[in-house]
RNA sequence: GUCCCGUUCGUCUAGUGGUUAGGACUCAGGAUUUUCAUUCCUGCAACAGGAGUUCAAUUCUCCUACGGGAUACCA
């Protein structure tokens, strides 16, 4: 039996799902469901100073609405836990022990001015900024001693100084590093709480990862990873270090530089689906040119090995676009839910028994779901002219046309009926072209260009429809 | 600075030791539509540079350049 494929998505709550970790998750998510594994959410909170009121709240809640479901986790449970690392602490400080009797920890007593200078000096000197390993020297009674009176300190990895350490990235391939350029790592901090690199390797080891799924910034920290792995004598597990996502200047995305929090884009009208789609094909693509993939097609595709090695830049341009395929492909009920909030917030009555159909209307026409009401506006509110659609909407073939309109609407106005008032106003009126339509369209619509015109009386009703077309009747 | 990773149209990408290097977004033109939007068609546009291997290199190797990441008691 092949071991089960677990994956985890490890955020820190600092605030909201940042897009690339989206991507992440989602890509934990689609790995999972392919292979009939786990994904595992498990909150990295050992970093006390940056911690954020409701951030886990707001991760989870992004996690949900965009459909990227975990199987273990916070508010979920499972067999695995707690999945909160600050719930963990106790688990670190006994492996960190076991890490200082293996000879690869030692307690390190240098203060921050101590570090500061330490890196000054080096800077001058032009040597490399790194952790000099000053402390390894003090023997280990006195270490002792001064722990238990209180000195302050933090416990270091001590990693080897020499030769170099290789290993097998799943998307690069064999990645090397020479030893010598890596730092005696902090692993528990002053305050007793461990940091990222001790409780990743605990926590994955502890909670049976298999796959270690995360972002390129994390490739050259991997080998103080491995060399944990090796010390405690752990089967390390697979590396699949993923591209960046880039700012349109190429550098790592940034809030500086436009949206990188999921619900922004959420909130500005983007469809889950569609968003999902989209970071899925930034920095992964299958074989092919087929652009739209539903989240089952995606689970189906999927496959670590055509994960790009390159970074890639977020084109919001292309995201609309993706969306707009969304909008008007999807299930118009669907469309409609999604609607709702932005339609609400515009003053639309959501028990408008039109309203649905305004919607479908719209979506045909727009990019994002907050665009909907801007687009229905014109529907909603009675038009404002401009001087120039005044001018048109009080020449003499108007006014005859508004005047015949009026006495005719007042039966049932379907398609074929508005159609043939149509022909029939051309006829009886000798009006045709521009002039004919720009002023039914200006009446109904409030612009000359725009939807046809049984379409805007079927979206109006008979009502608003001899309203608009009275308003403008000169007396 | 040092280490690591990367480099196909502006962007996302497909692709191959011999191809007219394909698709999508954007942009431009056109068709459809009374008009707008949609849709459809057409077009613009790329293998970073230099050596080497080879009959042949965008594809393999090396170097250079450029870009990014990492160099925290943050993740």
Not at 123 to 142: L, V
Not at 313 to 322: N, P, S
Request: hydrophobic share 35%; proline share 5%.
């Amino acid at each position: 039996m092949s071991p089960q494929i677990r994956v985890r998505f490890a955020p820190s709550p600092t605030g909201y799902l940042h897009i690339g970790g989206l991507r992440t998750a989602l890509y934990d998510f689609l790995y999972a469901q392919k292979t009939g594994g786990k994904f595992i959410l498990r909150i990295e909170d050992t970093d006390q100073a940056r911690y954020v009121e409701g951030a886990v709240e707001n991760l989870i809640n992004s996690l949900q609405t965009t459909g990227v479901k975990y199987d273990e986790g916070p508010q979920k449970g499972g067999d695995y836990g707690p999945y909160f690392q600050s719930q963990r602490t106790d688990i670190y400080l006994k492996y960190v022990q076991e890490l200082i009797e293996k000879e690869a920890a030692y307690p390190c007593f240098c203060t921050s001015e101590d570090l500061e200078k330490m890196k000054e000096n080096q800077k001058e000197n032009g040597f490399d900024q790194r952790y000099d390993g000053r402390c390894r020297k003090i023997n280990k009674e006195d270490a002792k001693e001064r722990i238990k009176n209180g000195e302050s300190h933090v416990i270091r990895l001590k990693v080897p100084q020499d030769g170099e350490i290789s290993f097998y990235d799943v998307v690069r391939d064999k990645v090397t590093f020479p030893w010598n350029m890596i730092d005696d790592q902090v692993l528990i901090k002053s305050d007793g709480f461990p940091t990222y690199h001790l409780a990743n390797v605990v926590d994955d080891h502890s909670m049976e990862i298999s796959h270690v799924i995360r972002g390129e910034e994390w490739l050259s920290s991997t080998p103080k990873h491995i060399f944990m792995y090796k010390v405690f004598g752990w089967k390390p597990p697979k590396w699949v270090h993923l591209p960046l996502i880039l700012n349109p200047d190429r550098t790592k995305l940034s809030k500086r530089q436009g949206d990188v929090a999921t619900e922004d884009f959420l909130k500005k009208g983007f469809l889950p689906e569609a968003l999902l789609n989209f970071i899925a094909l930034l920095g992964w693509h299958p074989s092919g040119n087929k652009e739209i993939f539903s989240l089952p097609e995606l689970i189906k595709a999927f496959s670590f090995k055509r994960i790009s090695k390159s970074g890639a830049v977020f084109d919001i341009e292309k995201l609309k676009w993706m969306n707009s395929q969304y909008l008007k492909n999807l299930d118009l009920k669907n469309i409609f839910e999604q609607s709702k909030p932005f339609l609400e917030k515009a003053g639309w009555d959501l028990n408008d028994k039109n309203l649905i159909k305004l919607v479908d209307f719209a979506r045909s026409r727009v990019s994002t779901l907050a665009e909907i009401p801007e687009e229905l506006k014109s529907l909603k509110e009675t038009p404002v002219y401009s001087e120039e659609n005044q001018k048109i909407i009080e020449n003499d073939n108007s006014q005859a046309v508004f005047k015949f309109w009026k006495t005719k609407i007042d039966t049932d106005l379907n398609e074929t009926f508005i159609n043939n008032l149509i022909q029939e106003t051309s006829t009886e009126l000798n009006i045709k072209g521009k002039n004919l339509y720009f002023p039914l369209r200006l009446a109904l619509y409030g612009s000359p260009h725009g939807p046809e015109i049984p379409l805007l009386v079927e979206l109006l009703g008979k009502d608003e429809v001899l309203k608009r077309i009275s308003s403008l009747i000169k007396a």
